[in-house]
């Protein structure tokens, strides 16, 4: 049994300039993350790019290296074992409102030192210490490892295949104007061209490394390569961008002739579909796909033939975690009206105990402690899934994951917890 201790020490930093003598650390740093998720040995130019975004994004890096002496076929001492990233952005809660959250990625472990708790020493640390944030959000690789950390599933997403488009009825974007063509011409400097929309419009306030100019072609392709958007259209209505797509042409070896949606944005329903009328009407293109589609998506009713639409199996996307469930649940905004003693787990010690939430006139007070019995019974990975609105209690009180102690208790927190408009996390970070 490895002594974590004794064996490894963990360094926390941030990603440094080209000329700062600290800069092969965060190389070394990097290098780890790609050889960590299988990634193809990354050129210079692509590491210098990556750490260029980790600066932007103002991310602290954490590595975990090893203590002694290296076994001399291992890749050095200076090369860490395990990473672990974290960056602040806001996560739209509903209604408007934005919560800062913390942000986990570029979680790797060397093969050779997994399952000896360093990802458990790593996570418990870089939770423990988000003194001031109630909330910290990522997305997985295997659905299996984050859920006894306390994260939830709180949207889903899912690949979708639109055959022959099925017929649109007329609706033009009210007010709108189109900005289209090439998207460096739509984008670039000093056009007055796209945006990144502001940020209620996304789940999350995205991190610089998918922000809508680097997929929208701003980028240069590297060589061999396509570039991560070939077109792109913005719909502006006043002097705001509200909705915009970016997309690809597959090629004509493709079959059918095939137009991918790189990425795509709507802050309104009248915007998401003359967003896909665009698409539509793209001559000599048979299919439009789209991996990150919603899964309650208003397309289908939209369409005269919604059978022409095929999505695959919905996956899981965004996991949150709530840190501080009094702060958590009073940034939210309640629908409705009511009140609802919650008993909440958590295995980490962060943030468990039983609440009262007393929710009038769109907000809440919660008061830890005391109310009585609980109506609810859940662990804080259960209460963070249907933080969002996006899961329904009423689901989780069915499947064994929340305990309902008063008859109708959960339907209640449906109704009470319920957003304005379905949660679609578009951000994979
Ligand atoms: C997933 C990964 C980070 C785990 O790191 P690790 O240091 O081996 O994990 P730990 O030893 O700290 O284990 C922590 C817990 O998670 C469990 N666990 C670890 N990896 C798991 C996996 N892939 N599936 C299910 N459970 C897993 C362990 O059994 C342990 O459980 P316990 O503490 O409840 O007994 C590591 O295997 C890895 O780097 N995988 C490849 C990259 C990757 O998938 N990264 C995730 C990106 S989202």
């Given at each position: 049994m490895s002594n974590l201790s004794a064996d490894y020490e963990i360094r926390r930093f941030q990603a440094a300039a080209t000329d700062d003598p600290a800069y092969a650390e965060s190389v070394a740093w990097m290098r780890a993350v790609a050889f960590g998720i299988h990634d193809a040995r990354r050129s210079d130019e692509r590491v210098d790019k990556s750490i260029e975004l980790q600066r932007t994004d103002g991310r602290v890096l954490t590595g975990v290296y090893q203590v002694g002496t290296v076994a001399g076929h291992s890749l050095g001492a200076d090369v860490p074992v395990a990473t672990f990233g974290t960056m602040t952005k806001t996560l739209n809660i509903g209604f408007g409102r934005l919560l800062d959250t913390r942000l986990v990625t570029a979680v790797t472990v060397r093969t050779s030192h997994r399952r000896r708790g360093l990802l458990r020493r790593m996570m418990g640390e870089a939770l423990a210490r988000e003194e001031g944030l109630a909330m910290a959000a990522l997305t997985a690789s295997e659905a299996s490892i984050y859920g006894r950390f306390g994260f939830g599933v709180a949207t889903s997403e899912q690949g979708r295949e639109d055959g022959h488009h099925g017929g649109f009825p007329a609706q033009p974007h009210p007010g709108g104007q189109r900005r289209g063509g090439r998207p460096q011409s739509a984008a670039?400097?000093?056009?007055?061209g796209l945006r990144p929309p502001a940020p209620q419009h996304a789940r999350i306030h995205r991190p610089a490394r998918v922000l809508p100019a680097v997929r929208l072609g701003i980028r240069q392709p590297r060589r061999g390569r396509r570039p991560e958007g070939q077109g792109g259209v913005a719909l502006r209505a006043g002097g705001d961008v509200d909705g915009y797509v970016s997309y690809r042409f597959a090629g004509w070896s493709s079959t059918p002739y095939t137009m991918e949606v790189v990425d795509l944005v709507a802050a309104t329903g009248a915007a998401y579909l003359e967003l896909w009328q665009y698409l539509a009407a793209i001559d000599l293109v048979d299919r439009i796909t789209w991996e990150?589609?919603?899964?309650?998506?208003?397309l289908r009713w939209a369409l005269e033939d919604a059978r022409c639409v095929e999505a695959s199996e919905a996956r899981d996307m965004l996991w949150l975690r709530i840190l501080d469930v009094k702060r958590a649940l009073e940034a939210r905004h309640y629908p409705a009206d009511g009140r609802l003693v919650l008993n909440v787990a958590d295995s980490l010690g962060l943030t468990g105990g039983t609440f009262t939430v007393d929710a009038e006139g769109g907000g809440a007070v919660v008061t830890s402690g005391g109310g009585g019995a609980p109506d609810l019974e859940l662990d804080v990975a259960a209460l963070s899934a249907i933080y969002l609105g996006g899961v329904s209690p009423v689901t989780l009180a069915a499947s064994g994951r929340i305990l309902e102690h008063t008859p109708g208790a959960a339907f209640r927190a449906a109704r009470m917890f319920a957003v304005e408009r379905p949660p679609h996390c578009l951000t994979h970070f």
């Open positions: 670039g400097p000093g056009s007055g990150e589609a919603p899964v309650d998506d208003t």
